[in-house]
Structures are given as structure tokens and as C-alpha cells.
């Protein structure tokens, strides 16, 4: 391979010299050293140039003053607009890839800088690098190099976007690249709000003739399991969930026939069937029937085709959001009804010590009772009241009533105890059809 040309370092020293002046403005540099920087590295990965000691040296030189001067642009003109740095980064990218060193003490220098630009304009340096990892990697095999750039980029970014990081990770994908050590560090650090939210973005990616599709196939089965063993019988985690757009993700889901491609039969129903057991919990109701608004607005859940037509998978899942739809209707009409029923109780506070207790007159103002957070039935004027009848008679009661209550549903901590017993003594369990025998023998558990 020959050696730089005369041209090619004369280029280079002009951009050396111009980028020290300072009395020629940095953007002005920059019209004149964005084309020049581009052509002098294109032409360097091209010739081959770093075979040679004049080639080394010239790459080293090539790559301080490329770095050097992508930092300079991005320090003082930090909100300049993606799109204008996006294609320069893609290069340097495709610099450190030629040179196979990308943690080079100037690309590193480089990192810092996208670090601190965040700080000014966070989805511009995100962008940048992100988009540059997935275009890199499409174009060479650096798959395991371009993961594990991502991954440190993740690692330094906790709020990072979701659906920028997914669309290179998806991008990954359908170059054929094995996402499992990332997925676990994302899964690590965003729980299962981020695996909700991956599920969407994954699902408006598949199609059933597309390249990556059993990859993302295997991708949304990990989700699953993941979301089945972290939400059963835990409604802090489905409403969690629910707020990644779950809901969304299985009604796009629903709507893509690929469910039987490459024999990867995912069970998103028993996804369903978890949400189903948590419509007992006001918030967690009341984001299933928000959700259900966006999907209905959005018209993705589309009538049920017949098995032949859109694979049995499909036909289960929809059957399953159809029938959660019907009863976190009806879950919400029998919350309504008991909200507007009178429970009889006295005026009083329920301690029977309380000093207000023994007044011969009312006071002036109504004291604001509050209920017994354990069975909802007993009424205190103060936390110190409640505090005192718990310990002197009330613990024994208010045991027995969420034994009756919800006291044998395991992992459950805010349900409301009141309305539970209100369905058990009306037997609503059947009447209504909340829940399948089959959940309520899952979470059953004797002790309270």
C-alpha cells in the first residue's frame, strides 16, 4: 500500500493551522474542515494507509485532529443540529471501527464531550450516538464492539430514551446481532416499565417476512417471561406495567401475524390473565381502562380472524383483551356501586378511651374520621387513637376480617379490603366472573 500523498497531508496541515487560529471563527473553520476532515478519513480507510509508518502517522495525526475538532463543535455549538454533526460522528465512528481500537484515548476524550452535551441538549447526544452505533453496524461486522459501546452509553444515561435505544437495538437485530447481555443490563437498570415499552416498540417492528423476525421473536418471548414472573400477584408491578403501555404492546401484538412463525408459540394471554387479578386495585383498574381508551382510539385491536387465517395465538390473545375489556367494565360499575353506598358507622370516634367521646355536647365542627388502614371499618379522629384500641382490642377483629377479606391473596398490599368482602358476601366472584378459578386458587393462601 502506498503512503499518504502530498495532497493528503497538505490538506490535513491547512486544517491544522486553520482550526489554531484564532482569529477565524470555529464555524467558519468548520464549513471548510467538514468536507476536507471527510474526504482525508474516506480516503484513508480506502487506500489502506495505515499499513506504513508514514500511514500510522498520519492516522494518528488524522485522528487528534479529527476528535479535537468534533469536540470543539460540539462544546461551543452545542444545540447545532443533529442531523449537521450525525453524519461527521458516523465517520469518526467508522475511523475507530478501520483502526479496530475504538476506546483510543482520543475517541474516548470524544466520549466525554457527548457526555457533557448532554447537559445542554440530552436527545442530541443521544441521537448521535446511538444512531451512529446501529449505522456502523449495519455496514460492518462489529456487532459485539457496537453492543458493547451501547451498553456503556446506557449504562452512563439511566433516563435515557426508550424508543431511541430500541430502534438501534432492533436495528442490531435485523443485522443479525444477539442482543441477550444488553437486554439484561437494560433490564437491570429500567425494570419492568422498560420491558412494557419494549414489548411496543418491538411489536411495531415485526412483520413476518422481515429478516429479524425471529430474533425479535425471541426478543418478545424474553419480555414475557420476564413480565410473567415479576408481575403475578404483584399490583405495584402491573401498574408499572401498565404505564409502559402493556396493554398497547398486546393489542399491536394481536393485530400482527407472525405468531406461529419459526414454531415460537408465545403465551401472551397469561400476560393478560396477571392484569386480570390485579383489576381488583383501583389504580391499577383505572390504567386498564385508560389504556383500553388509547387502543380503541387507535384501532388496534381488530376483530378475531379464524385460526387459519391468523394463527391460533393470535385468536387466544385477542379472546383474552376482549374479555378483560368486559370485565374491568364491570369491575369498575360494582366499585361505583359500592362508592355510593351509605356505610353505616357512628359519628364517633371508634376508641372508646378517646377524650371526644365523653363530651356532653357535640363540638362545633365535624371531625374528619379516618378509617382503619387494615379492614376499612373502623373510624379514628387520630392516628394516637387508632394506635390505642389496635393495641387494646381492635388487633383481633381487624385480623379476623381481612382473614375473610383479601388476607389470602399473597403479594397483594393495597387492595381495598372493604370491597373486597363487599363481592365475597354478595358472591360477585361468580356472578360477575372476575377472576378464573384457576387465579384465585394461584394466589390463594390461608394464612393471613
Known amino acids: 500500500m502506498s503512503s499518504p500523498d502530498a495532497r493528503l497531508r497538505s490538506i490535513l496541515d491547512s486544517i491544522v493551522i486553520a482550526a489554531n487560529r484564532d482569529v477565524i471563527p470555529l464555524e467558519q473553520v468548520w464549513r471548510q474542515a467538514d468536507a476536507w476532515i471527510s474526504f482525508l478519513v474516506r480516503a484513508f480507510i480506502r487506500q489502506g494507509l495505515a499499513t506504513t509508518p508514514e500511514g500510522i502517522d498520519f492516522q494518528d495525526r488524522l485522528i487528534t485532529v479529527s476528535s479535537f475538532f468534533l469536540c470543539s463543535c460540539l462544546r461551543d455549538f452545542p444545540s447545532r443540529s443533529a442531523n449537521h454533526l450525525y453524519p461527521f460522528f458516523i465517520l469518526m465512528f467508522e475511523l475507530a471501527v478501520y483502526i479496530a481500537d475504538i476506546d483510543h484515548p482520543c475517541f474516548g476524550i470524544l466520549w466525554e464531550e457527548i457526555y457533557v452535551a448532554l447537559n445542554v441538549s ?201 374479555a378483560l375489556n368486559v370485565k374491568a367494565r364491570k369491575m369498575k360499575e360494582s366499585m361505583r356501586i359500592f362508592d355510593a353506598m351509605k356505610i353505616p358507622r357512628d359519628d364517633r370516634c371508634s376508641n372508646n378511651t378517646c377524650p371526644g367521646r365523653t363530651r356532653a355536647e357535640p363540638p362545633e365542627e365535624a371531625i374528619k374520621l379516618r378509617r382503619c388502614s387494615g379492614c376499612k371499618t373502623m373510624f379514628y379522629c387520630s392516628k394516637e387513637c387508632q394506635k390505642a384500641h389496635w393495641k387494646s382490642s381492635h388487633r383481633e377483629s381487624c385480623h379476623d376480617f381481612k382473614q375473610r377479606g383479601c388476607g389470602r391473596y399473597r403479594g397483594v398490599t393495597d387492595l381495598d379490603t372493604a370491597f373486597l368482602l363487599h363481592l365475597n358476601e354478595l358472591g360477585s366472584y361468580d356472578k360477575i366472573d372476575i377472576l378464573t378459578p384457576s387465579l384465585l386458587g394461584r394466589y390463594s393462601n390461608t394464612s393471613c
Open 122 to 322: 440530552r436527545s442530541l447526544g443521544h441521537r448521535l450516538l446511538i444512531n451512529s452505533v446501529a449505522s456502523v453496524a449495519s455496514k460492518y461486522d462489529v456487532g459485539a464492539l457496537c453492543i458493547r459501546r451501547l451498553a456503556a452509553a446506557v449504562n452512563a444515561w439511566a433516563d435515557i430514551d426508550v424508543a431511541t435505544v430500541y430502534s438501534a437495538i432492533s436495528f442490531l437485530v435485523f443485522c443479525g446481532y444477539h442482543v441477550s447481555d444488553i437486554h439484561q443490563r437494560l433490564l437491570s437498570l429500567h425494570g419492568i416499565r422498560w420491558v412494557a415499552l419494549v414489548m411496543s416498540h418491538t411489536a411495531s417492528k415485526l412483520h413476518p417476512f422481515s429478516p429479524g423476525c425471529k430474533r425479535l421473536n425471541e426478543l418478545l418471548s424474553h419480555c414475557t417471561s420476564f413480565l410473567e414472573a415479576n408481575i403475578a400477584g404483584n399490583p405495584a408491578a402491573i401498574r408499572e406495567a401498565l404505564d409502559g403501555h402493556l396493554l398497547i404492546a398486546l393489542a399491536k401484538l394481536n393485530k400482527i401475524k407472525v405468531f406461529c412463525v419459526y414454531d415460537l408459540r408465545i403465551d401472551f394471554a397469561n400476560l393478560v390473565q396477571h392484569i386480570e387479578f390485579g383489576i381488583f386495585v383501583r389504580s391499577v383498574l383505572n390504567r386498564v381502562l385508560r389504556e383500553w381508551k388509547v387502543v380503541q382510539r387507535r384501532g388496534l385491536l381488530q376483530s378475531s380472524l379464524t385460526s387459519a387465517e391468523e394463527g391460533e395465538s393470535g385468536c387466544v390473545l385477542y379472546d383474552a383483551l376482549q
